[in-house]
């Protein structure tokens, strides 16, 4: 008897550990954030991207992403290129509201549609009550002065995706989406931590 429930309660061990999904990964044009910078990169010009640069551990490509040609893609790894943790997505720059108004809309209603309701998001100009009352004029002019926050955050088990409007005084006003795989950019803070 003693056997028997001992190979019963083996059993129970060993499907609840299987049942037991490891956490999924971030993904960007469908491929998992993980691995070395070379194979990331690697995948990312079979998927169309072509390669413009590297420096300190990241990888700056060009192509489509969603919707929009020419985008300036980012992929952020350690010194050592192991493992990838992020990407970073810049979109054309433009110097028209209405132009960056549109694109931030419309990525903001693709990544609802796949990953649901943002968790954060905000949409407001710094001591402006009604935003309708701006023109694209005066919008544009509160970006540039850092005075607008757009954001759309999602978080996910596998890591978050953040749609910001940006400006820089060297690039321009333009949308930027950022992706975070949770597992490496632990990984990431913990090798961080022991430096210190």
Known sequence: MKKLFFMLCVMCCALTAGAQEAPGRMAFKGVPIDGTLDAFVTKMEAKGMARVGEQNGMVMLTGQVGLFPDCLVTVLSTPTKEPVYGVVVMFPPSESWVDLEKQYETLKGQLTGKYGKPTTEGEAFH??????????????????????QYVSLYERPE??????????????????????????????????????
């Open 159 to 196: 890591g978050r995706v953040m749609l910001t409007l940006q400006h820089d005084a060297n690039l321009g006003c333009f949308v930027r989406l950022l992706y975070s795989d949770r597992v490496n950019m632990e990984k990431v803070k913990a090798a961080a931590s022991d430096d210190l």
């Open 127 to 148: 001591g402006v009550e009604d935003a309708s009352k701006l023109t694209p004029t005066q919008k544009m002019y509160r970006l540039t002065h850092d005075e607008c």
